[in-house]
């Protein structure tokens, strides 16, 4: 089943707006418009109180001349990768880190707009490697986990579904690694997920041999050969530019730390 952007949106939002990790403070509206499939005026509000995503749904939406931030091709481009990305332009990224970064992150804005000049798309992977170690959020989240379980987390991963019990679901899913020097995605783990609440969640006839999308402890979809290819391709972009595109390292930075 094809599914509007605004429902794509709450699939990937939904999981560190549970845990207080951003967006607005009721989460309980975001499960609810997610379990129903209603898409309204609420539902578009409850949106752009994400102050981390939806600005580059915005940024990914006015460059390429498409006029709804919510517009599916926008939301997959952000979450999961598609064509419109490298179509942003650099000047159109670097003027969106400015306006919303350099007041933030003050003599450290420099370091920060290196992932842009590097090659950084608006994706959300670019966020969690580029941007969130200079925001101070890292720090902030520790006293959950390591900052390496932390950009992992963040992350959109993939993995395969092994079974389905209840509300959850039994996944093999490449984790991140850090060996002292750079990133990279390691190898499988088997883990839990939820993708459901009281046997209502987003994605319907989740089944075992299923491919899917993970954020946080959460199922966010199930995802096409050509879906997981752009989620890859994008985590693998912004790696590698993590690893070797810049001279002040955020993430190698945070985690040394």
């Not at 599914?3 to 949106?9: N, R, V, W």
């Not at 999961?80 to 306006?99: H, K, P, Q, T």
């Not at 941007?131 to 390591?146: Q, S, V």
């Not at 783990?189 to 609440?197: D, H, I, P, S």
Request: glycine letters at 12%; proline letters at 5%; a negative charge.
């Amino acid at each position: 089943m094809v599914i509007d952007g605004a429902q794509l949106f709450v699939r990937y939002a939904y999981p560190p707006n549970a845990r207080g990790s951003c967006g607005p403070p009721d989460s309980d509206a975001l499960l609810h418009y997610g379990q129903s499939g209603v898409t309204d005026p609420g539902l578009r509000e409850l949106a752009k109180g994400f102050a981390g995503a939806y600005p580059y749904l915005e940024l990914i939406a006015g460059a390429t001349g498409i006029p709804d931030p919510l517009d599916r091709r926008v939301v997959e481009a952000y979450w999961v990768g598609n064509g419109l990305l490298d179509a942003v332009g650099i000047r159109n990224m670097g003027n969106s880190m400015e306006d919303r970064f350099r007041a933030r992150t003050g003599q450290q804005f420099p370091h920060l707009i290196e992932g842009v000049l590097a090659g950084g798309v608006p994706h959300h992977s670019f966020h969690v490697f580029e941007i969130y170690p200079w925001l101070g959020l890292l720090r902030d989240e520790r006293r959950y986990a390591t900052a390496l379980t932390v950009l992992d987390r963040c992350r959109i991963r993939w993995g395969k579904v092994l079974a389905v019990a209840g509300d959850e679901a039994v996944v093999r899913s490449p984790q991140l690694a850090w060996d002292g020097t750079f990133l990279s995605v390691g190898e499988p783990v088997v883990e839990t997920a939820k993708y459901a609440v009281n046997g209502t969640g987003f994605v319907a006839g989740l089944k075992e041999g299923d491919v899917v999308s993970l954020h946080w402890d959460w199922v966010c979809d199930v995802l096409s050969v050509r879906e997981l290819h752009r989620l890859q391709h994008f985590t693998a972009r912004h790696l590698e530019i993590a690893n070797n595109g810049l001279e002040h390292r955020g993430a190698a930075i945070a985690l040394e730390a």
